[in-house]
């Protein structure tokens, strides 16, 4: 690949993230859905892993991972289309959240997304968003709670398609 | 990341993945992946930048159509404006509770590298 996955990062962490790609390899067949539909009429749903939360709703648990930096919150918040940068902020304390927090599209982007639908590249943004916390090294219950849990909360939305996007 | 879009695409729901970290995302073994050459904490693009921003989301939905089956990858052809070490500067106070760790304690990188994760070691 011609893309340096490691360029931007630091000594330690390039090293670090070369180690886990290493022995990243999940067991078992990798998923495949076809898009059911024209991808003109889908539903498509936003997941950033940046740490947004809503001011009006529970923070990333920071002092958490500050008493046990091994640990990082596990859990996730909903962000209603329509969020703006004014009315979050973001917990993800390894990355810089001042360029999320100044134009919330640099890490989810709602806006772009409601654009493209009024060009037709899809149908429409789904009524609610995602936010996970990046930092997680044991992922059990991300994978066993939160991911299943984002997953029931898309389909009862009827929703087609998500893009993710790391932070 | 992997792993969560892993679970939405066995739900049923198609997935795609935006990744400045493509390697990684692609090792855990992933649907879709589109990979960019951006810096962390800035994957969509420059803020108020609506015009960049648009152009890697659309190249990044498009993969949802076209892919034809599982560990699809496709790099994205936008560049990064600033040098890496520009990138870097741009990032100020950014210091993760396990660096400050690892500075006191650097024998524990060991566990960082391996994934054996202490349960019973205080900060």
């Known amino acids: 690949m011609a893309i340096d996955s490691y360029r931007f990062l630091d000594f330690a962490s390039r090293q670090v993230m070369k180690a886990w790609a290493a022995r990243a390899h999940e067991p078992g067949a990798i998923p495949f859905t076809p898009l059911a539909k024209p991808l003109r009429e889908c539903t498509v749903a936003l997941v950033s892993t940046a740490g ?3 001011n009006d709703d529970r923070p990333f648990d920071q ?18 289309l329509g969020t703006t940068e004014r009315d979050v902020r973001l917990y993800h304390m390894h990355i810089d959240p001042r360029f999320g927090e100044s134009d919330l599209d640099v890490v989810l982007p709602m806006r772009r997304l409601a654009e493209l639908a009024g060009e037709g590249l899809v149908g429409r943004p789904a009524p609610t968003h995602y936010s996970t916390m990046g930092y997680i090294l044991e992922p059990k219950e991300l994978v066993e709670t939160t991911a299943p849990a984002i997953a029931g909360l898309m389909r009862a939305e009827g929703v087609d398609a998500a893009a993710l996007v790391p932070a | 990341m992997g792993l969560v879009q ?3 695409e066995a739900s049923g729901i198609a997935t795609v993945t935006l990744s400045w970290i493509p390697d990684l995302t692609r090792a855990v073994g992933v649907p879709r992946l589109a990979g960019i050459g951006y810096p962390p904490g800035r994957p969509m693009g420059r803020p108020h930048d609506p015009d960049g921003q648009r152009a890697v989301l659309r190249a990044t939905l498009e993969l949802l159509a076209t892919a034809t089956g599982p560990d699809t990858y496709v790099e994205l052809p936008f560049e990064w ?6 990138a870097w500067k741009a990032c100020q106070g950014v210091a993760p509770p396990i660096v400050g760790l690892l500075k006191k304690k650097p ?17």
């Open chain 2, 81 to 86: 404006p600033e040098s890496p070490a520009q």
């Open chain 2, 6 to 8: 892993r679970v939405l």
């Open chain 1, 52 to 54: 947004v939360a809503r």
């Open chain 1, 63 to 80: 002092e958490g991972e500050r008493r046990n930096p091994w640990w990082g919150d596990p859990s996730f918040r909903v962000i209603p």
């Open chain 2, 107 to 123: 024998w524990l990188v060991a566990n960082l590298y391996s994934g054996k994760i202490p349960h019973d070691t205080e900060p």
